[in-house]
């Protein structure tokens, strides 16, 4: 006895499979996605950093940077003027791996 059912059956669960597929994102929903990803990995980056920069240690560590810079430019031969001016266009070290 032959069931002419299944081959019916059949098709109709591969359409349903078919119909199911997932098509693929376009470039510019692609381009959303990734966007939003990128803005709240530096939106948590910038917090992270605020975070720590809030702390009285971390003043004390670049205060500390930033007056050994001046004494060893001293100790060099510029002038204090000279030294002044290399610190002030020096960056902190946190910055200066960003800015590049």
């Known amino acids: ?5 299944l081959p019916a059956l059949l098709i ?3 359409g349903a499979a078919f ?8 470039p510019g929903e692609m381009l959303q996605v990734t966007d939003a990803t990128l803005e709240r990995s530096i939106e ?3 917090a992270a950093q605020l975070k720590v920069a809030e702390r009285p240690e971390t003043a004390e560590r670049l205060a500390s ?5 001046f004494d060893a430019l001293r100790k060099k031969g ?3 003027e000279q030294s002044l001016q290399i610190v002030i266009a020096t ?4 910055l200066a791996a960003g800015a590049k």
Do not use: G
């Open 1 to 5: 006895m032959r069931r002419p059912y």
């Open 12 to 14: 109709a669960v591969c």
């Open 19 to 26: 119909a199911q597929t997932p098509s693929r994102p376009s």
């Open 44 to 46: 948590t980056q910038i």
């Open 65 to 69: 940077f930033k007056k050994n810079l």
């Open 78 to 80: 510029f002038t204090a």
């Open 91 to 94: 960056p902190l070290p946190a």
